[in-house]
């Protein structure tokens, strides 16, 4: 999947390494659907980003997740 959407290998490593494999997947997750709805322009770089608001202690995986959810569920009701 990373492949697919742009996301190098080291790119994809240095977020397992940093988050740990679960919260890496559902990085990606959130970048890939961030990446579909056209939100993101270059989802390596995303990810990188994410990455380092990890090891600062500043990233927050659940508030993506949620927020994504909370739009999906508005768009399917409109």
Do not use: W
């Not at 397992?16 to 959130?30: L, Y």
């Amino acid at each position: 999947m990373c492949r697919f959407a742009g996301i190098s290998e080291d790119a994809r490593a240095r977020a397992v390494e940093q988050m740990g494999e679960q919260q890496a997947a559902v990085a990606v997750a959130v970048t890939l659907e961030k990446y579909d709805r056209q939100e993101v322009s270059s989802p390596g770089g995303y990810l990188r980003a994410m990455t380092d608001r990890a090891r600062a202690g500043e990233l927050h995986l659940a508030r993506s997740v949620f927020g994504l959810a909370a739009r999906n569920s508005m768009e399917i009701r409109h």
